[in-house]
């Protein structure tokens, strides 16, 4: 679920760090950080799943609450709780990871959020009475909601915002990436978030830390004679630690093949730096490409042939 672009992001932005403090020495303290960050990552992506499952819920609240007062109206005595049956939300109220999380979960958000959020969603956004009118919905009506809950009610607050900001560390880092994972997830839940990140993908993690930080010197080495025609003062840093990720991939990650590492990083660059870095990387990685496969200094597996 974790994939390997949202790991490269990871990484970038702990090579930025280090850069700036100019701790390289530290780099076993930056490795623990890169999981430690992405286990948080984990943890706000569960938050969110909860916090929509007891959004969603707080409508059985309203409704006892309609009910049990002196002199109820018949709008309150059938007040709609169909999003109760939502499917997503029924997947998410069973999911492990979910259970598993409830007693830090309780211990973080504050319950008037939950009853805020809810009266924004049900009681000011349209699309929600959409929802209701209808008595029957699809798989994808089901997630559709959701996700108007998730962007109009949930990240639509600033207020929401700013106070999860002071619960997570590098929220502002996570939060984009974590959107992506939230809409994903509620398309297809998985019971095990243990899954969020395999062992392959945490030890390439930690590999491509170690290997940009230890062989900065060398790598900087074959960037410098390219960088005649630039005014390297005027490069951005994260430029040029992009480009030391990609030449640890060509060199020293022989499953990656050359074309996927020059396409996920200049995506990468596109998002994360100047409109004209996409240009200067890909002219930059593939004259160093050449270059080294010219020396036979990349090797890659070739998955096309049969093993011997």
Request: with cysteine.
């Amino acid at each position: 679920m974790f994939s390997r672009r949202q790991i490269r992001l990871k990484v970038l932005q702990l090579l930025y760090e280090m850069y700036v403090k100019n701790d390289y020495a530290l780099q076993k303290q930056y490795k623990k950080e890169l999981f430690k960050r992405i286990q948080t990552t984990k943890e706000l992506l569960i938050f969110f799943l909860k916090l929509l499952v007891d959004v969603v819920q707080f409508v059985q609240v309203e409704a006892t609450q309609r009910k049990n007062k002196n002199f109820p109206t018949p709008e309150d005595i059938n007040f709609n709780t169909s999003i109760l049956n939502n499917s997503v939300i029924r997947d998410l109220i069973e999911n492990t990871a979910l259970v598993n999380y409830k007693q830090k979960y309780t211990a973080l958000i504050d319950p008037d959020w939950i009853r805020i959020i809810y009266l924004s969603f049900t009681h000011h956004d349209p699309a929600y009475e959409t929802y209701i009118q209808k008595s029957n919905h699809t798989h994808g009506e089901d997630k559709d909601i959701l996700k108007v809950l998730f962007y109009n009610s949930i990240l639509g607050n600033d207020s929401f915002v700013s106070y999860l900001d002071d619960l997570f560390p590098n929220f502002q880092d996570d939060i984009t990436l974590v959107e992506k994972l939230v809409v994903s997830m509620l398309s297809y839940p998985l019971e095990n978030l243990t899954k969020f990140v395999d062992e392959d993908k945490i030890s390439y993690a930690g590999d491509l830390l170690d290997i940009c930080s230890s062989k900065k010197k060398y790598l900087d080495e074959l960037i410098k004679p390219k960088l005649v025609n630039w005014d390297i003062d005027r490069i951005p840093v994260v430029d040029i630690i992009i480009i030391e990720m990609a030449l640890s991939e060509f060199l020293y990650f022989e499953t990656i093949p050359l074309k996927v590492t020059i396409n996920e990083y200049l995506e990468i660059i596109k998002e994360y730096s100047t409109p004209k870095s996409a240009q200067f990387l890909n002219g930059i990685l593939d004259n160093i490409k050449n270059k080294l496969l010219a020396e036979n200094k990349i090797i890659k597996k070739d998955f096309t042939k049969p093993e011997q």
